[in-house]
């Protein structure tokens, strides 16, 4: 079965310092992933995604993320933090083999930029 | 460009009221369509998706129902509201085949009181 798992519920960083937001995930086969952020109140908005290729993806508003086979991994990454960067993240994946096509999603995390 | 619309924005109702929301996506065709339910701004629920007009599967069991009239509608409905259905509600389409991921519409704020 497809699961993702986002263990950390919030992660709190200092506005200018690095930010990670952990993702792990499982799957049968090759994986297609996701990153999704959600405002309040608002819908998800598409960060950035891995097909095949380069491990590491660059995505919007200087997000990047870095495909790990080995260690079934897709950490979202910023160097530096904004206040603005703060919301909710939501990791997301499905088997390249599927033939629904419905992603899993991780629980989120809430990431809180503090200035 | 695709564009995905959903509505009403927010939306409160009286338990035991029907419920109808709409989700069209324009500038595509053939869409997969999705239905999810987000409570207390945490994990996702999927409640329906749609591969095809008339075509619906359940992810879960519900007082709520889901339709596709035509290829680029996807309607949520309840006969009847129960507290427990308040929420946020999102509706996302995707493309058919190579999964290039979901666009979301803006979503409904459901409180039933």
């Known amino acids: 079965a497809q699961s993702v798992a986002q263990p950390e519920d919030q992660v709190n960083v200092a506005e200018g310092n690095p930010l990670t937001v952990k993702c792990t995930y499982s799957?049968?086969?090759?994986?297609?992933l996701f990153w999704y952020v959600q405002y309040p109140n608002r819908g998800l908005q598409f960060l950035l995604k891995y097909i095949t290729g380069d491990n590491l993806v660059k995505g919007s508003y200087g997000f990047e993320a870095e495909f790990n086979k080995s260690q079934t991994s897709f950490h979202l990454k910023k160097p530096s933090a904004l206040v603005s960067d703060s919301a909710l993240y939501f990791c997301?994946?499905?088997?390249?083999?599927?033939?629904?096509?419905?992603?899993?999603f991780g629980q989120g995390t809430t990431l809180q930029v503090k200035p | 460009s695709q564009t995905i619309h959903q509505w009403p924005a927010t939306l409160v109702q009286p338990v035991g009221s029907p419920l109808s929301l709409e989700c069209t996506v324009e500038g595509t065709s053939n869409p997969n369509l999705y239905w999810y339910r987000q409570a207390a701004g945490r994990g996702l629920q999927l409640l329906f998706y749609s591969v095809g007009i008339g075509q619906i599967s359940s992810e879960v069991p519900q007082n709520l129902s889901a339709s596709r009239p035509q290829d680029r509608q996807f309607i949520l409905s309840s006969k009847k509201l129960l507290l427990s259905d308040s929420g946020f509600y999102l509706c996302?389409?995707?493309?058919?085949?190579?999964?290039?991921?979901?666009?979301f519409g803006s979503g409904t704020r459901l409180t039933v009181v």
């Open positions: 996302a389409w995707s493309r058919t085949g190579i999964n290039y991921g979901y666009t």
């Open positions: 799957v049968s086969g090759n994986p297609y």
């Open positions: 997301a994946v499905v088997a390249s083999s599927s033939n629904t096509g419905k992603l899993i």
